[in-house]
């Protein structure tokens, strides 16, 4: 189903020892089109946009989520940072041992930067932590290399934008913005609202009022998710260590540091799980997603209590 259909195809590992194991492509009304690839094809790789525009909406709090995931899951070795917003450097100061910045620029000699987001993608999966207000910059590189060309398509596994939202207008019109210059069927697309940014009334049912969303999200299938919050206090410490939030339930003293801290990174396996269910090439859940959310939208509802199953 789109955006997740055969033009978007997931790549499954697939065991080169046993061809019985290659599975045929399945139609578009699958949720996840399979691509078989030859036996000395070398693996493909993704790329994960963590974008947004607007600044403070959390880019970096959710990429310092999934890049804890993917280290949960053993996969360490399988991912590299890019971190495109090294003024500030939360995300590389934690995550660092694999990590690139590079700067998104008008700059003559300087606008070939982010080039090793796909040069890194040929060993990797990629991460990248956008800053925000690159939004020129950044159409003008992907323009430049390609991004949505079928030979880029054919050289990575997966290209994925998580467009993170604090769900604001400013911040929605961006995300709509978005849509009409990177069409979802072609650059796949997720919405993360960030409950932690802005509402205080615990909800972003709003937003179903905004016609112009809506219509957008159920027309493209757009799956929807609400990331999770973080006592301000555990992130501050998180912060000022520099520790990955596993490191933080590891090391602090304090019990109610640990206990928040241990809590939260339950959450966020529960979270990404959904995305990332067997491998990190594949954000194959998006799918599940989109299905388990389709009845509300034909109601004109924001449903994003799929969530709510590992809460």
């Not at 997740?4 to 590992?13: F, L, Q, S």
Request: aromatic residues 12%; charged residues 25%; proline residues 4%.
């Amino acid at each position: 189903m789109a955006p997740y259909n055969d033009k978007t195809a997931v790549n499954k590992k697939k065991d080169t020892n046993d061809a019985s194991q290659a599975k045929p492509e399945n139609n578009q009304d699958s949720k996840a089109a399979i691509t078989v690839e030859p036996e000395n094809s070398m693996a493909k790789h993704s790329i994960y946009f963590v974008g947004g525009e607007k600044g403070g909406v959390g880019k970096s709090f959710f990429t310092r989520c999934m890049l804890d995931y993917f280290i949960a899951r053993g996969w360490n070795d399988e991912f590299a940072l890019i971190e495109a917003d090294p003024t500030i450097n939360d995300v590389s100061s934690v995550y660092d041992e694999d990590c690139e910045k590079v700067i998104f620029s008008d700059k003559r000699f300087g606008n070939d930067e982010p080039n090793a987001i796909v040069d890194k993608a040929i060993d990797k999966t990629v991460v990248v932590n956008m800053p925000s207000n690159v939004s020129r910059q950044f159409h003008e590189w992907s323009k430049k290399i390609g991004l949505l060309s079928p030979e880029l398509k054919a050289y990575c596994g997966n290209i994925t934008y998580f467009f993170i939202s604090d769900g604001c207008y400013q911040s929605i019109q961006q995300f709509l913005s978005h849509i009409n210059r990177y069409p979802p069927e072609e650059l796949p697309l997720c919405l993360i609202l960030n409950i932690g940014r802005l509402t205080s009334g615990g909800s972003f049912i709003y937003l179903e009022e905004y016609e112009d969303l809506m219509k957008a999200i159920k027309l493209h299938k757009i799956p929807v998710l609400q990331m999770l919050a973080l006592d301000t206090s555990v992130q501050f410490e998180s912060d000022r260590r520099k520790l990955t939030y596993r490191q933080l339930c590891e090391q602090v003293d304090k019990y109610s540091y640990k206990q928040n801290a241990n809590s939260f990174v339950k959450l966020i396996d529960g979270f990404f799980n959904q995305i990332f269910p067997n491998n990190i090439r594949s954000p194959e859940g998006l799918s599940n997603i989109v299905e388990a959310q389709e009845k509300y939208r034909k109601k004109k509802k924001l449903s994003i209590l799929y969530q709510e199953k590992f809460n």
